[in-house]
């Protein structure tokens, strides 16, 4: 069976870092992406950052409200991604999940253009 473990959620201040990380299992093969989603309370789930990693070096995608704030990375030989959020806004608010084999070539993409999900990992921003 196919799974994904996140974890690294928690409380953090604004101005603080926390690192996510999402461990896979279950793949016989690479995966040709990974990619990380927010729902923030009374929101739908919406992506915050992608990589695509069979060119090798791995193409990233971010939406824009947290460009330059979160980085995601992707260590291909372990099926592990990781996501660091630096937290600025109450907006970072949310359960992050983690989504893996997308079914485009690029991009966020929705929850529907992704195969596999993991169950989320609370992260809360206090100001």
């Known amino acids: 069976q196919v799974r994904l473990v996140e974890s690294g959620g928690g409380s953090a201040q604004a101005g603080g870092s926390r690192v996510l990380s999402c461990v896979t299992s279950?793949?016989?093969?690479?995966?040709?992406?990974m990619g990380w989603f927010r729902q923030e309370p009374g929101k739908a789930r919406e992506g915050v950052a992608s990589?695509?990693?069979?060119?090798?070096?791995?193409?990233?995608y971010y939406a824009d409200s947290v460009k330059d704030r979160f980085t995601i990375s992707l260590h291909t030989a372990r099926r592990t991604s990781f996501l660091q959020v630096n937290a600025r806004k109450s907006e970072d608010n949310g359960v992050y999940f983690c989504?893996?084999?997308?079914?485009?070539?690029?991009?966020?993409?929705?929850?529907?253009?992704?195969?596999?999900w993991g169950q989320g990992t609370q992260v809360n921003v206090s100001s």
């Open positions: 989504a893996a084999e997308a079914r485009r070539a690029s991009g966020l993409g929705t929850s529907a253009t992704w195969n596999f």
């Open positions: 279950g793949f016989t093969v690479g995966l040709n992406a």
């Open positions: 990589i695509y990693a069979r060119a090798g070096a791995g193409d990233t």
